[in-house]
């Protein structure tokens, strides 16, 4: 997949970003003086969040340009089309 197909999310908040390709392979992560300020839990529950996030928007990407792409496991879930457009399967978390 081309860079076109990666998506970026970010929480001012937490001054956490993250940036995945379809399916949720990430790419790039910056942290700062904020997010480490979460603790472990903390951390790992908000870039998983934004992870999510970005992938739903990735994901769907490549489905508006390739067609239906559940086979693939990037199909847009419910829950998040309403947000942003797709998660990371379950399957991959470790």
Not at 32 to 54: F, H, K, M
């Amino acid at each position: 997949m081309t860079a076109g197909f990666t998506a970026r999310a970010h929480d001012p908040d937490t001054g956490i970003s993250v940036e995945v390709g379809p399916g949720g392979g990430l790419r790039d992560l910056v942290l700062d003086q904020r997010s480490l300020r979460l603790g472990a839990t903390g951390l790992a529950e908000a870039v998983l969040a934004l992870v999510d996030a970005a992938t739903a928007r990735a994901n769907a990407r490549v489905q508006r340009v390739v067609g239906d792409v559940s086979a693939l496991g990037l199909g847009v879930e419910a829950r998040m089309v309403e947000s942003v457009e797709d998660t990371t399967p379950e399957t991959w978390r470790v």
